[in-house]
């Protein structure tokens, strides 16, 4: 077969990519300051690439996929399959923001104030486009990088910058004043190369492995045992995906019930739980959740 030709992207995106995979079930490991990292799936191959270019790359086919951020999509206009949506990143698990920012002293308060005004970003076209539909004039000049310092210098009257909390933005003594996109990470593919029927099953199976893996580290397992007369008191503390399994412990009166819960609620939920009988509680990570 035709191996798959997937992008990985490049840059802060790297290490978390990587390590997603590694829960997914697939070890990308990058040999100093190759391109072209091995993984242990003799139907795939992979290049390394700049997000903001990998919708270039796939489009134009050199790529059979790869994942790379949606404003990078959207700045490209490529021409891509979208096969699924994840939110990871190099900080948090929240999408990223394209934010409108200015000095914190400034007297530019809405969008309208920046009639005439120059804005630096890395996102030109989507800024541009952004302006236009709201019939607001504006000078957008591209930004190579150090965004935040140009409009401090008075390079530039306001940026549109990605945040994922705000702090850097005002670290740098600017506040936002308008949220123009939110993003996240997508699986995009060369839509040629989805009419090869084995390609586009290895992509389904990175897509579901992928959101598992996501998932999962939301998640955590719990598994305890509870007296009979408990039971029902324990089990209406207990939320899950699906009704807890329950299974009754050898010739006793006790039970092992197991579930899934969301990581944020174990701290709270453990007390409750030995407050209302459950004993010998255990907590487990889970790699995927499918």
């Known amino acids: 077969m035709n191996k798959l030709k997937l992008g990985i992207p490049k840059g802060s995106l790297l290490n978390s990519t990587i390590a997603l995979f590694k829960r997914a079930g697939w070890k990308i490991e990058t040999n100093g300051r190759s391109y072209f990292p091995t993984i242990n799936d003799e139907a795939m191959e992979c290049a390394i690439c700049r997000a903001q270019e990998m919708s270039r790359y796939v489009e134009s086919g050199t790529l059979d996929a790869g994942l790379t951020g949606k404003d990078w999509t959207a700045e490209n206009d490529s021409e891509v399959e979208i096969i699924d949506d994840f939110i990871y990143s190099k900080v948090s698990r929240k999408p990223a923001r394209w934010v409108l920012a200015v000095p914190f002293d400034s007297d530019i308060k809405r969008i309208e104030d920046l009639e005439g005004k120059k804005i630096a970003t890395e996102l030109v076209n989507f800024t541009k486009k952004y302006f236009e539909a709201k019939n607001i004039s504006v000078d957008v000049e ?134 209302n009988g459950a004993e010998g509680i255990i907590e487990y990570p889970l790699n995927k959740v499918i």
């Open 142 to 275: 591209f930004s190579w990088g150090a965004t935040e310092a140009k409009v401090i210098s008075g390079l530039a009257d306001a940026i549109v910058e990605v945040t994922e909390t705000g702090s850097t933005i005002k670290a740098h003594g600017l506040k936002i004043i308008a949220d123009l996109m939110t993003t996240n990470v997508q699986l995009i593919a060369n839509k040629n190369s989805l009419k090869d029927n084995e390609k586009k099953t290895k992509l389904d199976q990175i897509a579901l492995l992928l959101k598992g893996a996501l998932l999962g580290e939301k998640l955590v397992g719990l598994k305890m045992n509870v007296a009979e007369n408990n039971m029902d008191t324990v089990i209406s503390q207990l939320p899950s995906l699906n009704a807890p399994t329950v299974a009754q412990l050898y010739k006793t009166d006790w039970f092992s019930v197991e579930t899934v819960v969301d990581i944020g609620t174990v701290r709270e939920l453990i007390p409750k739980l030995m407050k």
